[in-house]
């Protein structure tokens, strides 16, 4: 008599469409109904509702859990299907908390498991505390004691840049040398710091040394957008393997270097692939316009030797990047060392700082790749080298 029939037809209606409920409606035909328990085999990385929604009544269940006062409580389910072995469900499968709490899975959606990640969970150890309180003590300890002043302080191998880290890093180079073979293109990246993307956000009287911060997040993007390029865009063809690093220079800006093993079928292989990747001369300005102001502004090496004895790349008179180089017709193939490239006697001349240069002084690139990130980027193939 204290039943709210109203109630109830809402909640029947409810559970019309569970599919877990349908199972029910068969309870009658099971012999021996007090000797049953529930449940419905699942696996969590299957489909949770295998077995759940029957087509046509199939199943036949009752649910009684830790009824036996001798034993554990068990927080598990059992459904016996016609004809079949018992099947059971455990507290940890996805169909366990719509089968015991129906109303609040009303659709029969799957409930928790375990391989549910974790969102914004307590950190109960407080670790974060622990680490930034032993933090603050090195650091007062170092600012007050001096009993390690003058010590040897050896750097583990997990400290970047350190000796060990380094050794590691080598060696786990020289394993993929192995197992793939000698690299077949030196590309190296240095940051323009007047990229847009670091101009528009310098305050007035700002220049780019005043943000480091922002010239290395801006060169990060730029680097990971061209690692993108030639990894997973496959611009020189298919990587099989890579190895790159990223170097500070003293006046802050950062530069890549990268080391790219192809693939048989991508390999540079006559004077003919290696004109048809990098280039060493100085575009038309009639034709290429863009490039040529590119190649201009960041590709070109110099003056140096003779134009300019103190430039600082002069080491006992010569030049250490061996810059001019000799002008050739065609590109030859270098024994021991990168190629020749192409750098034809074409009569154009530059004026740079002072001095008239041609195709002698042009660093080798990449057309793409210089008018995609308006910065320097040598392309050297490097597949002759033997060492």
């Excluded at 480091?212 to 099989?240: C, N, T, W």
Aim: hydrophobic share 35%; with cysteine; charged share 25%.
């Amino acid at each position: 008599p204290n039943l709210r029939l109203d109630l109830i037809r809402k909640i029947l209606a409810i559970l019309e469409h569970n599919p877990y409920a349908q199972v029910f409606k068969s309870l009658g035909v099971v012999p021996n109904l007090d000797e049953y328990r529930i449940s419905l085999n699942t696996d969590i990385k299957l489909d949770q509702r295998r077995y759940n929604a029957p087509t046509t009544s199939q199943v036949a269940a009752i649910w009684v859990e830790g009824s036996d006062p001798q034993k554990t409580f068990d927080r598990s389910v059992i459904v016996y299907g016609k004809g079949e072995r018992p099947l059971y469900i455990r507290a940890y499968y996805g169909c366990y908390d719509p089968l015991s709490y129906p109303l609040f899975f009303p659709r029969g959606e799957i409930g928790w498991n375990r391989l549910m990640p974790y969102i914004g969970a307590a950190d109960d150890t407080n670790q974060d505390s622990v680490d930034d309180t032993g933090l603050v003590d090195t650091v007062i300890a170092g600012e007050s004691r001096g009993d390690r002043i003058g010590k040897r302080i050896v750097l583990p191998r997990t400290f970047p840049g350190g000796d060990r880290d380094m050794q590691r890093r080598f060696l786990d180079a020289m394993a993929i040398v192995q197992r793939w073979g000698k690299p077949d293109y030196f590309v190296t990246m240095t940051c323009n710091p007047y990229w847009e993307e670091i101009t528009i956000e310098l305050l007035p009287g700002q220049l780019p040394q005043d943000r480091p911060d922002l010239v290395a997040r801006v060169y990060r993007a730029k680097q990971r957008s061209m690692m993108d390029l030639l990894i997973k865009g496959k611009h020189f063809g298919e990587v099989a393997a890579y190895v790159h690093l990223t170097e500070f220079q003293k006046r802050g800006l950062p530069h890549e270097h990268i080391l790219l093993i192809m693939k048989a079928k991508s390999k540079l292989r006559t004077p003919d692939d290696y004109d048809r990747v990098i280039s060493a001369e100085i575009p038309d300005k009639n034709k290429y316009p863009v490039l040529h102001d590119l190649v201009v502004k960041h590709m070109l090496h110099g003056p140096c030797g003779a134009l300019k004895k103190s430039c600082p790349c002069m080491i006992d008179g010569q030049c250490r990047f061996h810059y001019p180089r000799d002008l050739c017709d065609a590109t030859l193939q270098g024994k021991d060392s990168y190629p020749i490239y192409r750098r034809r006697d074409d009569g154009v001349r530059v004026r740079i700082r002072g001095a008239d240069l041609d195709n002698r002084w042009v660093v080798p690139y990449n057309p793409f790749l210089l008018m995609t990130y308006n910065c320097h980027i040598n392309v050297e193939a490097c597949s002759s080298i033997k060492a």
